[in-house]
Structures are given as C-alpha cells and as structure tokens.
C-alpha cells in the first residue's frame, strides 16, 4: 500500500477509481476483462459483476471484492461506488484521464455529486519500475521468445508465406506455455523489410530473402519483445550485410550506454548518432526502444524527448533500424534491464547474422 498512499499524497486526493483493466489487473491480480479498483488510504476495492465474483475473490485476496449488478434490485456500479464514497468519506477522487471518455467523465460527474473535485491522476508511472518477481516473469516470457526463434530458424523454408511463418511461430509459443503473442507479428521478407512495421502479409518467401521477425510473448500477464533479421540462403546482399553491420553496433553502443542516472533519451542518441555518423541516420525512422510490462508499451520510452531518468528495475527495448525504400531493411532489438551497476540482456539469441542454407 506504501506506494498506492505515495500516489494518493502526490494528486492530493481521497481516492483514485481505476478504470483502466490493465491497471486494475496490476494493482488487484484479478484476471478477468471487466472490473474495477477503488484505491483509498487504507484498503483496495476490487468492484466486479456476479460474472466474476467466485474468481475476484480467489484472486484478491488482499482486496474487499464489491460486486454488483445481477439483478434489477440489485446495486449498479455507481450506486455500489456511491456507498463506498460515503463509507470512506470521499470528497476528491482520481480518475485515469488517459482512459476515460467526455461521456464517462461526465456521467460520473452526474452521479457523484458528493464528489467536491474530480483529479486527473496517472497509475501507469507505478508500473515503470519492475518487481523481482515481475523480472521473473518476464524473464521467462523472453525465454520462450527465444525458443520460438530457434524453432523458425530450424523450420523456415523458402516458398513459405509470411503469414505461415508467423502462425508457426503462434503455435509454437503456445506450446511453450506462452498465452499469446503480445503484438501483431512482423514478418517482413524481401523488399517488405524495408517496412517498420510489416506484419505478416500472403507474400512468399524467396531464395535469400533478408527476413525480419519482430515479436514477443504473453506469458502469465507480461510481455516480451525481440526482433531479429535473417537470411533465408547464403549469398546477402553486401549493402544488407553492411546496414546490417551497423545496425548490430548500433545496438551494442547503446546498451552499453545503459546505467541508472542517465536519461532515456541518451540511449537514443548513442544508437541514433552511430548510425547518422555512417551515413544512414534518414533511413533510421523510429525511436530506439520503449518500456514493456504488463502492455508491449509502457513509459519510458527510449527516444530522442523521454527525459525520464533512468533507474533499476525499469525494463526496455533496444532496436535500432535502417530502412531503403524499394531494397529492405534491418532491425535489431533486444529486451534490457537496468540494474544498480547498470544493465542485463534478458534477450540472447544469436545477433550475428543467420543465413539459412538448403532451405
């Protein structure tokens, strides 16, 4: 509670309404896709429907589960939230502004006219630094992560279609014990490399196709992320093996830069200055990283305005990139942890370059 009561000082507020289920799953452990956190001083509130009720109180044990709804006598959730305001004496309430729409807001404000001032108020600053228990966790998502690369690498063939690759990787991380892929696949061969953000497509993979696979895992509510660029054959390009050269130190540069103290945005600037300094810094299009957690996006995020400094326990990407128009393209990306002394790559399959020969 010490950091919930940090929160509640800090937007000097009675108490906060979680709306957000990302966060309420964060704050509460309760799983299922609809629920709420009512935060106080001294208690979590965890407000469900009677769909939810045997598991909110299963999972939350150090939560008092208010359930609501289920019948026309029964209490609706802002009548159910009305008589804990009374209860607790609240008078300023947070609310997630970044998750809260005009309509709702106002519908609360028609609802709780005993509420005197309505905050705005951002949980997910909470979630920037990592437990040793959430390290584990997503430890073991990066793990499986890995496993599926090395499975693609064994099995990909040329004829293939992007899309086969990336149900292949699917089923693969489900059978490690993955609950899903924590984004949209990026499998992008060829000339589609060249695209940031080529999600898996119908194309057919050709003889000595640079391919890049970017992807990650849900493994018990936490994410991972890693990109790598391979060769499906044995004679690259030798403008792909030079961009993706320094694309490579690029990367290593600025995960060597990580320590606490230093801000975001200096992780950028080392990738970001390497590759500008060998000619290729318009073709680098995006920002070098971003935090990962409970969502595959979370603050901070590694690009050249995050003036966040960074401290242990905060867990990010790095992944540099160069894209050619109409040539391809290459990104690297690992998942990194800062520690006390500095940092930990939780990702390590191979970043050399593959070439996969007699497929």
Do not use: W
Request: aromatic fraction near 8%; charged fraction near 25%; hydrophobic fraction near 35%.
């Amino acid at each position: 509670m010490d950091k919930i009561k940090e929160v509640l000082k800090k937007y000097e507020v009675d108490a906060i309404l979680v709306t957000n289920i990302v966060n309420v799953q964060y704050l509460s452990h309760f799983t299922g896709s609809t629920g709420s956190v009512l935060l106080t001083k001294n208690k979590k509130y965890v407000l469900v429907d009677p769909r939810y009720s045997v598991q909110a109180k299963e999972q939350c044990p150090d939560c008092e589960v208010v359930v609501y709804g289920g019948s026309a006598s029964s209490k609706n959730i802002n009548q159910s939230l009305e008589v804990l305001f009374e209860q607790e004496g609240i008078k300023t309430l947070g609310l997630e502004s970044d998750y809260l729409s005009y309509a709702k807001y106002n519908g609360y404000v028609k609802a709780f006219p005993q509420i005197e001032n309505f905050v705005e108020v951002n949980i997910d600053d909470l979630r920037v630094i990592k437990s040793s228990k959430e390290i584990t966790t997503i430890k073991k998502a990066c793990k499986i992560t890995e496993q599926v690369f090395d499975y693609v690498v064994k099995n990909i063939k040329v004829g293939m279609s992007e899309q086969e690759v990336s149900n292949m990787m699917l089923s693969k991380a489900l059978e490690l014990g993955a609950s899903g892929m924590s984004f949209d696949t990026i499998v992008a061969s060829g000339v589609r490399s060249s695209l940031p953000h080529g999600v898996a497509s119908d194309k057919i993979i050709e003889a000595n196709d640079m391919i890049t696979l970017d992807f990650g895992v849900m493994y018990k509510g936490y994410a991972s992320d890693m990109t790598r660029t391979i060769c499906l054959g044995s004679q690259p390009d030798a403008k792909h093996v030079e961009i993706y050269e320094i694309v490579m130190d690029a990367l290593l540069k600025a995960t060597k830069s990580v320590k606490p103290g230093i801000k975001a945005s200096h992780v950028d600037k080392v990738a970001r200055d390497y590759i500008t300094k060998h000619g290729y810094g318009q073709y680098f299009e995006h920002g070098t990283g971003h935090a990962f957690g409970r969502e595959v996006h979370e603050k901070p995020y590694i690009n050249p305005n995050d003036q966040t400094i960074l401290e242990p326990g905060m867990v990010f990407t790095i992944e540099p990139g160069i894209y050619l128009k109409d040539f391809g393209g290459v990104r690297i990306e690992d998942d990194i942890l800062v520690t006390k002394d500095g940092y930990e790559v939780l990702t390590h399959s191979d970043r050399d370059l593959i070439k996969i020969e007699g497929k």
